[in-house]
């Protein structure tokens, strides 16, 4: 592991240092593969009229390819941690939040770029609310529809079996089959919730000196929910704040590797699963869901195989859904 701190006006503040108007940000960004993505993340970080009070880290995840002679090319202001593999989402967070020194650490995603003052907004929303330990901004796909990852609830067995019965979408203006991608709520409304989604959330620092780290038995995917818990565990409140907007390609790193990443999905849902929720059932259901869980696992996996096999008989991936509209979509918004 190499670390590359920048010594810029953008990283030498004294974290215990009172900042007057929007507060201090530590944006932690992990990359792998990403570069072109990444760059136009950092670009769409810069339009925040408080970047001068913003700490940019990036882990980059032994890419190999051009995204760190980038960032020592083009954004020297950045703090950057160079691995020599693939740690994954949660061991990479890990690696550089002790090295940040913010009040407030972002976590970020490299396929997403903020719109306007959307950093500052959720910055000066925890400034304003003492009892949130973390919030989210809205989060957009490249067509400007919500993605519903962004606020949620636990997925309990009852949401979970609403969700995948397909009530959820027959009923989706229902708070009781609905109730896990809220999708009875107005995406504009500033909302409590119990979850959020790691491309884009913001959290204090001192919850975080409470509760601990990422989870790292979980490699990606899930992480962002179980934080979530452990959030509203220590008793602060996790918000959905509209205000902020982000937009998202979804998989742009993931579907480079469709297998190991739906691997890692069902990893995360178990890991959630056995640590918070299974204490509350039987044994034997807790049997069943980990069954079922592998179980989609398979499906998916065998899924995934067989579009891979038709890619490679046409030569070339599948676009990511809506990318080349994300340019076009952001400035819109803007």
Sequence with gaps: M?????QTENSLHDAGAELSGAAYVSVVIINW??????????????????????????????????????LKERYEY??????????????AVNQAIPHSKGQYILLLNPDAKVVGNAVSTLAQYLDDNQDVGSCGPKVLNADGTLQLACRRAFPSLEASLYRLSYLSHIFPKSKTFAKYNMT??????????????????????????????????????????DWCWRVKESGYKVVYVPQAVVYHIHGASSRKRPVGTTINLHKGM?????KHLAKEHWPPVNLLVYALIWCRCAVFILINVARGLTAFQEKELPP?????????STKNKQ
């Design 270 to 274: 178990e890991v959630f699963y056995r």
């Design 320 to 328: 990511v859904e809506g990318e080349r509209t994300l340019e076009e």
């Design 78 to 91: 950045v703090n950057l941690i160079e691995n020599s593999d693939n740690k994954g989402f949660s061991k």
């Design 33 to 70: 593969k990403t570069p072109e993505l990444l760059a136009d993340c950092l670009d769409s970080i810069k339009g925040d009229s408080n970047f001068s009070r913003f700490e940019i880290i990036v882990v980059d995840n032994n890419s190999g390819d051009n995204s760190v002679p980038m």
């Design 2 to 6: 190499h670390i590359q701190m920048a």
């Design 184 to 225: 009875y709520a107005d995406p504009d409304q500033l909302l409590e919730v119990d979850a959020l989604s790691g491309s884009c959330m913001m959290i204090r620092r001192q919850v975080v000196d409470k509760i601990g780290l990422l989870d790292e038995d979980i490699f990606m995917f899930g992480e962002d929910i």
